[in-house]
């Protein structure tokens, strides 16, 4: 979804971009990596890969490490012996979710699965590997072609489904192509450290983002709210994944769209038939 909206965007800009899928470039393989870098040279790479289903990770470490440590360190690493700048996409898992506000870069992270963990761990592997790359923490992401919750939720309203979504977890959505454009900028930028990258606003649970998604297609729908402890899943999440960013604003980055403004050009754009 993220590689999508990237490879999109950077197009429209004019950029020569080569994408990858996951048949076409394992990145837990560091000599596929190497010699793919190195055949190209790249300017710039940008790692939207990532091994994404939380559970499925608590349940699989091995494949969660590969996939989210070790990948983003092998793309670090080959990008630097390339001369490229390295960008990599981190998560809000990489907090407990105890702190009742906005998580920014002066907070410890403090991962609670072993898919927070293995981010955390990617993040600090890949700064190792080249002093210049750019962590970028998001979170609550979706768009065209997505497969979580977020993603989807438009067309099980359409469906007429009763949408069932909880209400005691919160995090900042971010729309993918508004993501997209920010990892362009921070490329022109090419100032290393770690960014929080989100829509602006106060946050959302899943509930509210629901119900905000049924009111911009005109729908009443019944959204079921729950707790995530009557979820029983295998990973825990963080109870509060908002996301706060100090360094974009120093360096004259302006904040991304609220994400109500976001949600209203996912539902126009992506779905312009949504509404009845």
């Known amino acids: 979804m993220l590689g999508r909206a990237v490879c999109q965007h950077c197009r429209s800009l004019g950029d020569q971009v080569l994408a990858y899928d996951h048949q ?3 990145i837990s393989d560091a000599a596929r990596v190497t010699s793919v870098l190195e055949e190209e040279l790249p300017e710039v790479v940008i790692n939207c890969a990532a091994w994404t289903d939380v559970d499925g990770c608590e349940l699989d470490p091995s494949r969660c490490v590969a996939a989210n440590a070790i990948g983003p360190e092998n793309l670090s690493r080959a990008a630097r012996q390339v001369g490229a700048l390295p960008i990599t996409v981190s998560t809000d898992y990489v907090f407990d979710g105890e702190k009742s506000g906005f998580y920014t870069q002066r907070d410890d992270p403090n ?5 927070g963990r293995a981010k955390l761990d990617g993040e600090r592997r890949a700064q190792f590997a080249a002093a210049g790359t750019i962590v970028v923490r998001s979170g609550f992401i979706y768009g065209s072609g997505g497969r979580n919750f977020l993603s989807r939720v438009i067309d099980q309203l359409k469906r007429g489904d009763r949408i069932r979504a909880i209400t005691d977890a919160w995090g900042t959505p971010t729309y993918a192509p508004h993501l997209a454009g920010r990892l362009r900028e921070l490329v022109q930028q090419d100032l290393p450290g770690i960014y929080h990258v989100t829509n602006a606003g106060p946050g959302a649970s899943y509930a509210e983002f629901a119900a905000a998604v049924a009111e911009e297609l005109g729908i ?16 825990a999440r963080p109870r509060n994944a908002r996301l706060a960013c100090l360094l974009s604003p120093a360096v004259g ?8 403004s976001a949600l209203r050009e996912f539902v126009s754009l992506d779905h312009p038939h949504a509404a009845p």
């Not at 991962?111 to 898919?115: A, E, F, H, K």
């Not at 009443?220 to 990973?235: I, Q």
């Not at 980055?253 to 109500?260: G, I, K, T």
């Open 253 to 260: 980055l302006e904040p991304l769209p609220a994400w109500r």
């Open 24 to 26: 076409t470039l394992d």
């Open 220 to 235: 009443e729908a019944a959204v079921e709210g729950v707790l995530s402890s009557s979820l029983n899943r295998p990973a």
């Open 111 to 115: 991962p609670q699965s072993v898919y």
